[in-house]
């Protein structure tokens, strides 16, 4: 059974940090490509950062220079950093799995709220 849980979401003050973690069980997570997305109320799911399997992470331009994502795959374990924070950073927060095989290795945790307000 695969499972990716998310942490380190809560109440940050705009200008603030937050780091999230997501741990990985029932994958052999070195194999996956590794990815963040973000969900506002009323917008559309976004991507915000991937870290591949074998390779340098991307970023989406709204988070370029603020987020870092990094990977510890002894501990199977992605991280995002999250700085310099704004309110329009505000989102649900989603781990994402991504096996570049079959479309169908994809697998997403249950979601981290993350609330960047003064």
């Known amino acids: 059974q695969v499972q990716l849980v998310e942490s380190g979401g809560g109440l940050v003050q705009p200008g603030g940090s937050l780091r999230l973690s997501c741990a990985a069980s029932g994958i052999i997570f070195g194999l996956y490509d590794m990815g963040w997305y973000r969900q506002a109320p009323g917008k559309q799911r976004e991507l915000v950062a991937v870290?591949?399997?074998?390779?340098?992470?991307n970023y989406a331009d709204s988070v370029k220079g603020r987020f870092t994502t990094s990977r510890d795959n002894a501990k199977n374990t992605v991280y995002l950093q999250m700085n310099s924070l704004r309110p329009e950073d505000t989102a649900v927060y989603y781990c994402?799995?991504?096996?570049?095989?079959?479309?169908?290795?994809?697998?997403w945790g249950q979601g981290t709220q993350v609330t960047v307000s003064s």
């Open positions: 994402n799995a991504a096996g570049s095989w079959s479309v169908t290795a994809v697998y």
């Open positions: 870290i591949p399997s074998g390779g340098r992470a």
